[in-house]
T-cell receptor, first 116, second 115 residues
Framework: DVKVTQSSRYLVKRTGEKVFLECVQDMDHENMFWYRQDPGLGLRLIYFSYDVKMKEKGDIPEGYSVSREKKERFSLILESASTNQTSMYLC???????????????FGQGTRLTVV | KNQVEQSPQSLIILEGKNCTLQCNYTVSPFSNLRWYKQDTGRGPVSLTIMTFSENTKSNGRYTATLDADTKQSSLHITASQLSDSASYICVVSGNRGSTLGRLYFGRGTQLTVWP
């Protein structure tokens, strides 16, 4: 069964802390994504990666960084957490075929991060 | 600019009734369009996928339509059930160039089904 696993469902951190959100997929997908989801704003892309050690900024990368040292793992890092980073974070992975058509994106269960 | 717009933002219907959700997009070049269902506190799950050449696709009580010329899609839910209460998100995939591999999300329609 297809699986994207995020390390935590709920997380509470203090302002200024460095926060790591981990995501692992077991489908050998090249593409991995980090989104945040806020009420009324939908899903917004933070960063994505097409391959190991490769990363691209999404629409809202400020205050975040990512790491992809292994194909199956994509980490989101909040260098210095702030209260406006309180949100639901969703990781996803997908496969792009040689034809350029990509497969379905599979999502993790989400991490609800609260920064106090 | 590549965008996906959904309407209505929210919808309340009675159990057993039908409803239709709308999605308009400007993503180009376009690869495929998916409708996802997201239950509260969970990640989105794919319901249907439609490519450029497909007009209609059904998945149980869900029927999606696509008009690639007008860049519009709809999701029709028949005989709604309480478990249909969720957010429905329209997602468009880019095909090549600057949109290759990118997913463009609508903000979702929050559907509530009342008994």
């Amino acid at each position: 069964d297809v699986k994207v696993t995020q390390s935590s469902r709920y997380l509470v951190k203090r302002t200024g802390e460095k926060v790591f959100l981990e995501c692992v997929q077991d489908m050998d997908h090249e593409n991995m994504f980090w989104y945040r989801q806020d009420p009324g704003l939908g899903l917004r892309l933070i960063y994505f990666s097409y391959d190991v050690k490769m990363k691209e900024k999404g629409d809202i990368p400020e205050g975040y960084s990512v790491s992809r040292e292994k194909k199956e793992r994509f980490s989101l890092i909040l260098e210095s957490a702030s209260t406006n980073q309180t949100s639901m974070y969703l990781c996803a992975s997908s496969l792009t075929l040689r034809t350029g058509v990509d497969t379905e994106a599979f999502f993790g269960q989400g991490t609800r991060l609260t920064v106090v | 600019k590549n965008q996906v717009e959904q309407s209505p933002q929210s919808l309340i219907i009675l159990e057993g009734k039908n409803c239709t959700l709308q999605c308009n997009y400007t993503v180009s070049p376009f690869s495929n369009l998916r409708w996802y269902k997201q239950d509260t506190g969970r990640g989105p799950v794919s319901l249907t996928i439609m490519t450029f050449s497909e007009n209609t696709k059904s998945n149980g009580r869900y029927t999606a339509t696509l008009d690639a010329d007008t860049k519009q899609s709809s999701l029709h839910i028949t005989a709604s059930q309480l478990s249909d209460s969720a957010s429905y998100i329209c997602v468009v995939s880019g095909n090549r160039g600057s949109t290759l591999g990118r997913l463009y999300f609508g903000r979702g329609t929050q559907l509530t089904v009342w008994p």
